[in-house]
């Protein structure tokens, strides 16, 4: 009887393991229904896997341990990863740029390529804490001369991180006293419970800070920053209203995500596709 036990035990627990690195976490509630087993029951199989060194308990649940997850890769490094996928995301986010509007851009190479699809918008007001999409408005404006409607860049300062990104106390307090219609924010990792999250401790804070200060919170994110944890998070998905990813994330990751979050948008894909993962906005 022990060994079935035991047998059992391991298969659930391989089972616990498989829902947390696929999903990128898992909560308690989830699983116990899951499982069909008692609250105390996951608990414990959630400690075990712990001691294992598999996957790290978090407040409510679970999330995979990432030996990289305190590595922040480089701007030209990230520029390589997934091209296509960020056009897609950027030509879609475009989208729902208002002409006149207050927005704001994080840093990031899929926020690069929507600021390089903005230049054109009129009377935007733009604030950054990338020094690369700062770069990209300035030099359109030099190529092109004094142009009436053209995009006002605000530049928070900050230490610079290795993203080319702005962050720290002078970043924090700068962007503290605005306010932004819609903030378009890329992210190092997206999940269901660790939510938002950078490697980047200083930059965590920042992106905190973008979030308070924006009335919507758009995020755009390539499929592979789906189940990606990184060490410190900044927002719960519950802080999004708007995912722009592209085709390449997963029918089940798409269901998950439309339970938490009021808009999915899927760039790359047809007309009747996207509506049927989009959910609410079809």
């Not at 989208?95 to 509007?101: C, D, E, K, N, T």
């Amino acid at each position: 009887m022990s060994e079935n036990q035991n047998l059992l035990a391991e298969q659930r627990r391989a089972l616990i393991l498989d829902e947390v690195r696929r999903r990128g976490g898992v909560r308690v509630n989830e699983l116990t229904r899951k499982l069909g087993v008692s609250d105390m029951t996951v608990r414990r199989d959630l400690d075990a896997l712990a001691r294992q060194g598999v996957l790290e308990k978090v407040h409510g649940g679970a999330v995979p341990v990432v030996e990289a997850s305190t590595h922040e890769p480089g701007f030209e490094a990230k520029s390589g990863l997934e091209p296509t996928a960020k056009e897609d995301i950027a030509r879609a986010a475009a989208a729902l740029v208002v002409p006149g509007s207050a927005i704001a851009l994080s840093g990031g190479t899929t926020t690069y390529a929507l600021a390089q699809r903005l230049v054109d918008v009129p009377d935007l007001t733009v604030v950054t804490n990338s020094v690369r999409v700062a770069d990209v408005f300035h030099t359109a404006q030099r190529s092109s001369g004094p142009v009436q409607g053209a995009a006002a860049v605000v530049l928070t300062g900050g230490v610079r991180t290795p993203s080319d990104s702005l962050v720290g106390p002078v970043a924090d307090q700068a962007i503290s006293r605005l306010h932004f219609d819609v903030l378009f924010l890329g992210v190092h990792g997206i999940s269901v419970v660790a939510g938002l999250s950078t490697p980047n401790l200083a930059e965590a804070e920042t992106n905190r800070r973008l979030v308070q200060a924006a009335r919507r919170v758009v995020v755009v994110a390539d499929h592979t920053k789906w189940g990606t944890v990184g060490l410190s998070s900044f927002a719960t998905l519950e802080e999004v209203d708007t995912l722009v990813t592209d085709a390449g994330l997963p029918a089940e990751a798409r269901a998950e995500i439309s339970e938490h979050l009021p808009s999915l948008v899927v760039a790359g894909v047809d007309e009747n596709e996207a509506n049927g993962a989009n959910g609410a906005d079809g």
